[in-house]
């Protein structure tokens, strides 16, 4: 018998367990265990439920929307004279690296940036990261609506080449969260029964089409509805994330960029866990609160790496004497986007032939602004050193902890 949800807490339900395959082996005690029925949860339906939060966090979170909305105005004054593609493909970046460590999945900028040109020695989890830059694309591609079918294909995006998340597909057997490896029993959470992933992620996805609840508050709240439902075998926490950056897009708070709300998240993730927990349990404000207090640390940091990208720009501007129809002032901005080039890359996005990207090079060479890249075998690859650095500094501000009713330090 399920047990009847209070509010927007979970309910319970009863379900036999049969193990799958060739069972490992176990204790008795867990061999008894598993005789008995686990419990799994069964989410609220949130299509049409009331959403009465604290006061302080209704506004709070109004605040939070505001600035978000002026972060993503502002950054065109950044870099004058270039188009905010360059800020906008960084910060899209480093929002997918910053949602790929909170599930310790972690690559420096330097070895995303190879792997981003196909690079492969420099790892999987370089590969995985640029895997979530794809699908951080698909979702803000994707924004005019969220939908089974949008989740899905953001979900196929990120997870690629990875048979053990069923890329594309909503899972089709239980799982669980903590406990051991054999049986859901002893788990800290166990999401829904697979039976009803579909109808909860159709409810879902109705919230995220209501025009009665502030932006802020809807995405956080369809998020850990999402995390709750985790309708995927893997993959949940990193397709969630996305989708709230399909639901700024979609509700008007961002036009221009990807606001690094998983690098303000990163600042403290046993908050924003306890929070998803709190959620579960009936009250939606924790999880709110850590999105309001995610948003001002990431515009804080993202205000501080498009400071110090334009701050980049100018030195490396003092160092070229060229006139400014060369090419080396178009290849410029393409270093701010992707600080690993070669020749073919440099010649793709700017359009100039082969040898006038090799003389670009070498001025960039002479200036000092690229290095070419070691232990890198049969490519010729150059790097922005400086570039990298900076986007190391935001990743480690990120990591850090902060102080205040913010968490900024």
Known sequence: MIEPPASWAVGWEPRS?????????????????????????VPTEIADRAVNLDPGT???????????????????????????APLASVLLRTES?????IENITAGARALALA???????????????????????????????????????????????EHADPGRFRTEQVWIGGGSASPHGASFVPPHHDRVGPAIDDLCAFTARTDVPLLVQAAIAHAQFETIHPFNDGNGRTGRALVHAMLKHGGATTRTTIPVSAG??????????????????????????????????????????NDLSGIYDEWSTKITARRSAA??????????????TSALIQESTGITQPAADAVI??????????????????????ASDVTSALDDFAARARRRGSGSAGIE
């Open 17 to 41: 367990w049969t193990p799958s395959g060739i069972a490992a082996p176990m204790t008795r005690a867990q061999r008894m265990a598993m005789r008995e029925d686990y419990f799994c949860a």
């Open 58 to 84: 209704l506004a709070a979170a109004d605040d939070a929307r505001a600035e978000i909305s002026r972060f993503d105005a502002e950054l065109s004054q950044v870099l004058p004279g270039t188009e905010i």
């Open 97 to 101: 690296a910053s949602s790929s460590q």
């Open 116 to 162: 981003e040109i196909g690079i492969a020695k420099y790892g999987s989890n370089a590969k995985l990261v640029v895997a979530n830059v794809d699908a951080m694309n698909r979702a803000i591609d994707l924004a005019d609506a969220v939908t089974p079918q949008s989740i899905l294909a953001i979900h196929e995006a990120l997870m690629r080449d990875q």
């Open 265 to 306: 998240l990163l600042a403290d993730t046993g908050t924003y866990f306890d929070a998803l927990t709190a959620y579960r349990e009936g009250d939606p404000n924790p999880i709110v609160n850590r999105f309001v207090d995610a948003s001002f640390a990431a515009i804080g940091n993202g205000r501080q790496l498009a």
């Open 328 to 341: 080396v002032w178009r290849t410029l901005p393409l270093l701010l986007t992707q600080p690993a080039v």
């Open 362 to 383: 070498a001025r960039l060479r002479e200036a000092g602004i690229l290095t070419r890249a070691s232990g890198v075998q049969r490519y010729v690859v150059w790097v």
